[in-house]
């Protein structure tokens, strides 16, 4: 069963590389996902950012994705 991301199934055609992970800190969320009111901590959010930014900036360092 898939939870989240389910977007991506549209996208299988175009890229074989595909990395579903969302990068958050059960923690720093409140007031529920997709509700009105829903929050995350600043912090966390910075650190989401701080953790894709390292994985951008590296990518071109791996040689998985030849």
């Known amino acids: 069963m ?3 991301n389910t977007d991506t ?3 299988w055609k175009l890229t ?3 990395f579903r992970y969302g990068h958050m ?3 720093d969320q409140f007031n529920g996902a997709h509700t ?3 929050a995350i901590r600043a912090e ?3 650190e989401v ?3 894709f ?3 951008i900036l590296n990518a071109d360092e791996t040689e998985w994705l030849d």
């Open 44 to 46: 966390g959010f910075v």
């Open 49 to 51: 950012i701080r953790f």
């Open 25 to 27: 800190n059960r923690d």
């Open 9 to 11: 199934k549209h996208y």
């Open 2 to 4: 898939s939870t989240g």
């Open 36 to 38: 009105i009111n829903e």
């Open 16 to 18: 074989k590389h595909i």
């Open 53 to 55: 930014t390292r994985i």
